[in-house]
Nanobody
């Protein structure tokens, strides 16, 4: 069973930057997908960024140009660099892994393992 441990996040003012990291407890078999989701107050968990084991990335339109997703060569660490943060980026952020998939789904129910969540608060 893969365990994902998140770090980073916190509070920042509008226009600031934060970085999130997600470390897997073991190398993840390929093909796979790692992704960041966020959850603001409400029922929906929104996908922010997806990156498969071939290096193909998909960034949500709401954060394009501001957020960058990356993973290391060992495929155990996923990062999310968040720049030019807006108040509407305030949410709890989760990393997730989907096993044995080549294309990264935006649906949370397609992911097998989840990190513990990290709060990001952007204030004006």
């Amino acid at each position: 069973q893969v365990k994902l441990v998140q770090s980073g996040g916190g509070s920042v003012q509008v226009g600031g930057s934060l970085r999130l990291s997600c470390v897997a407890s073991e190398e993840i078999s390929v093909p796979n997908c790692m992704a960041w989701f966020r959850e603001a107050p409400g029922p929906m968990r929104e996908v922010v960024a997806r990156l498969n084991s071939d290096g193909y990335a998909n960034i949500a339109e709401s954060v394009t140009g501001r957020f960058t997703v990356a993973r290391d060569r060992a495929r155990t660490t996923l990062s999310l660099q968040m720049d030019s943060l807006k108040a509407e980026d305030t949410a709890k952020y989760f990393c997730a892994v989907a096993l044995e998939v080549g294309r990264c789904s935006p649906r949370p129910d397609r992911y097998d393992y989840w990190g513990q969540g990290t709060q990001v608060t952007v204030s004006s």
